[in-house]
């Protein structure tokens, strides 16, 4: 019982860091959050799970 409650203040934490701070910084970064180095890009596959490349190829 006492266990629980010294876990919920931490938990509490994260929350409001998940829903404050986090969104905050990637809106002020922009596009530079989701930036991925070159290496990594390389060896990652490409994915297009919205579909946007097949819009461009059949766009006149």
């Known amino acids: 019982m006492g ?3 010294r ?4 938990r509490a934490d994260a929350t409001v860091v ?7 910084v990637m809106t ?3 596009a ?4 991925t180095p ?4 390389r060896i990652l596959p490409q994915s297009d799970a919205e579909g946007w490349g097949n819009a461009r190829r059949q766009a006149p």
């Open 32 to 35: 530079r959050a989701w930036w």
């Open 7 to 10: 876990e919920a203040p931490g």
């Open 38 to 41: 070159r290496r990594l890009d």
């Open 3 to 5: 266990r629980k409650s």
């Open 18 to 24: 998940r829903l404050l701070p986090v969104p905050a």
């Open 28 to 30: 002020l970064l922009g």
